[in-house]
Each structure stands twice: as structure tokens, then as C-alpha cells.
């Protein structure tokens, strides 16, 4: 079976993770500030908080914005559960708002019908590996004050009118799950330009404690205070070092990710009935998925018979406001977000990772071709 993505994990990455496993620090130890000062400088980000997953991350950026009970976070349905549930974490209510036809983006006219006098963020994903339209949606966060937080699970080494992944939000969200850009295994880590929310986010991460264990050390103090209710979300130094290594092949990866969608977007062109999601030409998409709508064929024959085939298709995503805790939760259902819905019945997407063989693209390509046209 030819995944919908993998890792890149090489003999660099191997011997990184091997000498911090023999040195003193195994966890809260230098490797992961080195780590988030190096996502800064490829970001150009001010800020970085590394932590133990993106929906730690998530949850670390909601705790950053104040979330509490009774706010309202406005919030696309097109993506993983975890950019909503972060929001239900701190006792806030997700609002989902409908995404653009063309591109299954957040509509940023869609966010402006939802803001009451209760909002408090907009989470905004960049679905597929698209950065969203930020100036809109900063234009919309500043005149009603309100957090942007971008979920940038699928963006990361993206960019949007000459601005970088990392530097179009207050706060920034990556995943390191290893179908993702870069991997630690597991592993998150938020970027921002706010030195009192990568504060915060600093303490929650380690149970609400001001210090680390590491910086009592280096006082030759016991004392700490907890001041929050925070959460063990540590990282640890040999993900950080793993992360570290695979950085430095990310430019070179994102280039194999948008020349494998060139490939795909030609061999569709001249096919009406796989019709690649479009692309918006300000960005620099960072293709963590190549998803196409399936017209005409039926998309669940489709995929089943591409998993027949030994093709890993998958779909992105059932819209967060369909699952079954959220109808009994928040009461939602069909009909709240008809664009996203309609997408839902349609999308399919085809397997892009750095890794994948020219062979494998032109196999994918052939066989989606040969069963839309059964
Ligand atoms: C992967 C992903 C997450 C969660 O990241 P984990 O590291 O798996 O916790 C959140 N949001 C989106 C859009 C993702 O793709």
C-alpha cells in the first residue's frame, strides 16, 4: 500500500537522536530551546514554544488567548477535530463558520457573520497546506479585538504574499506527527511574536510552574510557584533533536511537495471528472495533501477501489460539526456549513510525501484516471 504520507527519516536524523540518548539531558535539557530558536530563525518568528503534540500546541495557544467558559471561537469544519476540540478544553463554544468553495479555506466573510459579543479567537487552518487569506482575517481579529490563531498543521515552510508560515498570525501551530513537514514522532510547537503569550504558554506547558527543573538547577534553588493550572506537554530532547535534523531538509522537501502536485495538476488538467482543489496564486502552498473532487464517479467507489488498487487515498477531513460529539454536545448538523458539506461527499486525497517514487506518482495517475471512467 502506497500511503497518503510518511516520514523521511535518514542516517543524520538516526545519529542526532543516538548522541543526545548518551548525554546528561534526555528531557528539559538544552536541545529544546536550540530546537525552537531554529524554527524561529526559519520562520522568522520571534517566539517558540515546543511542545509534546499540535494539539498540545493547540490547547497551549487557547489557554494564551484567555479562553473560558461562556467565549465563542469561531472555527473552520474543515479540518482535524483537534483544532476545535482545543476550544472546548478551556470551556469555550466552537462556532464553526463555512469555508470557500474553491479552495475549502476558512471564508473570511463567513467569520464576520459569526462574531458576537462573546467571540474572543478565530482559528483559522491552513487546509491542505494553503495559507488562508490572513490580511482579511487580521483585518476582521483587529476591528473586534480579537486572537488569531492560525493552525498551521499543514503549512509549515508555506507562505503567503512574500510572508512566511509562522509570521501571519498572534499565534502559529505546527504538528510534527510524522505525516507531517518535519517529524519528532510526536511533538507540536507554537510560533508567535507575543512575549507575554509565549510566556504563558511556557507555564502551562509545565504545569502552570514558573521555573523548570532545569533553571532551578542552574539557581541552586528548590523554590518554584505554581501560579496556573498547567499540563505535562514536555517535549523531549531527542525529539528535539530529531526535529532539529530534519529542519534542514524541509526546504528541499517542500520542493519535492509542490513539484509532485505539478504533476498531478497537469496530468488532471484535461479530466473533468478529478478537479484538483484550486490554489490561490498569492501563496506558496506547502501540499501536506494533494486533494482532488471526485465529479461524476462516485468518490466512496472511488476510494475503495484506489484502496483495492493498493493506493492509500484517505479523506480530508468529515467536517468537525458532523461527528457525533459534537451534534450531542453543541447541537449541530447538516446544514450549518453547506459548503464545507457538500465537499465532504466529493474529496479525495491521493498520497504526496517527499519520499514517493516517480513510478508510484504515475501508477496513482493512471488508476484514478482508468476508475472514474468504470
Ligand atoms: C495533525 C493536526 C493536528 C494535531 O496534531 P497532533 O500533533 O497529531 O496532535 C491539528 N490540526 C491539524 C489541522 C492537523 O492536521
Not at 524554527?39 to 494539539?55: D, E
Not at 474553491?102 to 487552518?125: C, E, F, H, S, Y
Not at 511556557?202 to 527543573?213: L, N
Not at 514517493?356 to 488508476?367: F, L, N, P, S, W
Amino acid at each position: 500500500m502506497i500511503p497518503y504520507g510518511r516520514q523521511s527519516i535518514d542516517q543524520s536524523d538516526i545519529d542526532a537522536v543516538v548522541e543526545v540518548l548518551k548525554s546528561d539531558f534526555i528531557t528539559t535539557g538544552p536541545k529544546i530551546a536550540e530546537f525552537e530558536q531554529a524554527v524561529c530563525a526559519f520562520t522568522g518568528a520571534k517566539f517558540a514554544v515546543a511542545v509534546s503534540s499540535g494539539t498540545a500546541a493547540l490547547h497551549c495557544a487557547m489557554f494564551a488567548a484567555g479562553i473560558k467558559p461562556g467565549d465563542e471561537v469561531i472555527v473552520t469544519p474543515m479540518t482535524f477535530a483537534a483544532s476545535s476540540n482545543a476550544i472546548l478544553y478551556c470551556g469555550g463554544t466552537p462556532v464553526f463558520a463555512d469555508v470557500i468553495p474553491g479552495t475549502l479555506l476558512i471564508d473570511p466573510a463567513q467569520v464576520a457573520r459569526k462574531i458576537t459579543g462573546n467571540t474572543k479567537a478565530v482559528v483559522a487552518v491552513d487546509y491542505a497546506g494553503q495559507p488562508c487569506d490572513y490580511d482579511a482575517l487580521k483585518d476582521i481579529c483587529s476591528k473586534h479585538g480579537l486572537v488569531l490563531i492560525s493552525d498551521a498543521c499543514h503549512s509549515m515552510g508555506g507562505g503567503y504574499k512574500g510572508r512566511k508560515v509562522g509570521t501571519l498570525a498572534d499565534m502559529t501551530v505546527l504538528s510534527f506527527h510524522p505525516v507531517k513537514h518535519i517529524t519528532t514522532g510526536e511533538g507540536g510547537m507554537i510560533l508567535t511574536d507575543n512575549a507575554d503569550f509565549a510566556g504563558k504558554m511556557r507555564m502551562f506547558r509545565g504545569h502552570g510552574i514558573t521555573t523548570d527543573y532545569r533553571q532551578r538547577e542552574e539557581k541552586g534553588s528548590w523554590f518554584y510557584e505554581m501560579v496556573d493550572l498547567g499540563y505535562n506537554y514536555r517535549i523531549t530532547d531527542f525529539q528535539c533533536a530529531l526535529g532539529i535534523s530534519q529542519l534542514k531538509k524541509l526546504p528541499g522537501w517542500i520542493e519535492r511537495r509542490q513539484q509532485i502536485a505539478e504533476e498531478y495538476d497537469s496530468a488532471f488538467k484535461s479530466n473533468s471528472s478529478i478537479v484538483p482543489i484550486s490554489k490561490s496564486p498569492e501563496v506558496s502552498h506547502a501540499y501536506h495533501l494533494y486533494v482532488v473532487r471526485i465529479e461524476k464517479a462516485g468518490r466512496n467507489n472511488i476510494f475503495t477501489r484506489l484502496r483495492n488498487a493498493g493506493i492509500g487515498v484517505n479523506v480530508h477531513y468529515i467536517p468537525v460539526h458532523l461527528h457525533p460529539y459534537y451534534r450531542n454536545k453543541l447541537g449541530t448538523g447538516e446544514g450549518l456549513c453547506p459548503v464545507a458539506e457538500e465537499a465532504y461527499g466529493h474529496i479525495i486525497s491521493l498520497p504526496i510525501f517527499p519520499g514517493i517514487g516517480d513510478k508510484d506518482i504515475k501508477h496513482i495517475v493512471e488508476t484514478i484516471k482508468q476508475e472514474v471512467e468504470l
